[in-house]
């Protein structure tokens, strides 16, 4: 007689490069923007995003974000992927991921004198974004999820493909 065993709980979970998950959101984002914008100028800020803290440069030089933007585009764009646990509930917990993660989106913001999109993808859902900054021609029919204060930033969350649809006028100076 043989013994037949499930072995399958006692393999490990393959390790997730958290770094290359984050790299490979930053492009797709990128790339999303490029298509919607008709444009090849935005893409990954070198360092992902630290380049203006940790580099003295000249503020013509200095990049803010995640992704480096044209140059008459109003926002600074912080990329966040994975955080699969956290959801609309974290935004009252005062240790959340999400909170600090609009916190670094609100200080990059202020530095460059640039609102903030804060994009953030969990596995198998649509990306959203958090933004102060009320995108034009939507509602809550049209895909505003949540709109209110975050501590004591006011913020606006929707899906990234609702806020697309924006006016490309609502994106430039």
């Known amino acids: 007689m043989k013994d037949v065993f499930d072995v399958t709980p006692l393999k490990k979970k393959k390790k997730v490069n958290s770094r290359a998950k984050g ?3 930053e492009n797709k984002v990128a790339k999303m923007l490029n298509e919607r ?15 203006a803290t940790t580099h003295k440069l000249p503020k ?17 764009i912080e990329c ?27 200080r990059d913001s ?21 933004t102060e900054d009320k995108p034009t021609q939507i ?6 999820l949540f709109e209110g204060y975050v501590e004591e930033t006011k913020v606006y969350i929707l899906r990234l493909e609702n806020l697309l649809k924006s006016p490309t006028s ?4």
């Open 110 to 130: 202020r530095k460059a004198n640039k609102k903030f999109l804060l994009i953030v993808g969990q596995d198998r859902k649509d990306p959203i974004v958090f």
């Open 37 to 51: 914008f008709e444009t090849d100028e935005f893409c990954r800020s070198p360092g992902s995003g630290a380049f």
């Open 23 to 25: 790299n490979r959101f």
């Open 170 to 173: 609502h994106f430039f100076h």
């Open 139 to 144: 509602s809550s029919s049209a895909g505003l």
């Open 80 to 106: 966040k992927k994975g955080y699969n646990s956290e959801g609309i509930s974290e935004l009252l917990n005062p240790k959340s991921n999400t909170l600090s993660m609009i916190a670094q989106a609100s």
């Open 60 to 76: 013509h030089l200095q990049l803010y974000g995640d992704l480096i933007t044209p140059e008459k585009f109003r926002f600074v």
